[in-house]
């Protein structure tokens, strides 16, 4: 489905461990998103990719890391893990070129912190 | 800065019923706008869009119009459907400008036979 997968799809873990998210694109595009969905908050935008190692922070960036290495994989890691991050984490690519532009999201990953 | 603001949710609608979810914006520079439909565990899918004034994007029954005057892009469909119901977000991009794209809040739309 448009080229971008999340995993896993599902974590529960125990607070002040290290997670790591991965998105996973097979569409060559420059910008990736990570989001995450909160009720009553909608998106918020944590970090954001325009390149291979380049990576700036959203509004919502603390607790939070990512790495880009490669440009079809964003690795989003909280650094040790609370229960105020408990949620469902969204990303995201940009579409390139006027005929597709636009976001692709992936399908998400719901992650618990106990 | 950007801004989207949507209605305030939820809707709830009969089925057969008219839909319009109010979407306006503030954007400097010539944003793109879309509507993404989110249904229940799912990720956001592209509904529709339109890139330029005046421009309207359709898809599966549903419409919306850029109206640079107005600053909006309602969403609309004649006739909804129980499948229909899931939460609906308005979003703009600005061409050669910020890669960051701008969210409402979502609208919740629900339908009942």
């Known amino acids: ?114 | 800065g950007n801004s989207v603001t949507q209605m305030e949710g939820p809707v709830t609608l009969s089925e057969e019923a008219f839909l319009t979810i109010n979407c306006t914006y503030t954007a400097t520079g010539y944003p793109s706008l879309f509507w993404y439909v989110q249904y229940p565990g799912e990720g956001l899918q592209l509904l529709l869009k339109a890139t330029k004034a005046d421009d309207k994007g359709s898809n599966k029954g549903f419409e919306a119009t850029y109206r640079k005057e107005t600053t909006s892009f309602h969403l609309e469909k004649g006739s909804v459907q129980v499948s229909d119901s899931a939460v609906y977000f308005c979003a703009l991009g600005i061409t050669g400008g910020s890669y960051i794209p701008t969210f409402g809040r979502g609208t919740s739309l629900i339908v009942h036979p």
């Not at chain 1, 944590?46 to 607790?63: L, N």
């Not at chain 1, 690795?75 to 690519?93: P, W």
Request: one cysteine or more; charged letters at 20%.
């Open chain 1, 1 to 114: 489905d448009a080229g971008i997968t999340q995993s896993p799809r599902h974590k529960v873990t125990e607070t002040g461990t290290p997670v790591t998210l991965r998105c996973h694109q097979t569409e060559n595009h420059r910008y990736m998103y990570w989001y995450r969905q909160d009720p009553g908050h909608g998106l918020r935008l944590i970090h954001y990719s325009y390149g291979v190692k380049d990576t700036d922070k959203g509004e919502v960036s603390d607790g939070y890391s990512v790495s880009r290495s490669k440009t079809e994989d964003f690795l989003l890691t909280l650094e040790s893990a609370t229960s105020s991050q408990t949620s469902v984490y969204f990303c995201a690519i940009r579409g390139q070129g006027k005929d597709n532009y636009g976001y692709t999201f992936g399908s998400g990953t719901r992650l618990t912190v106990v």
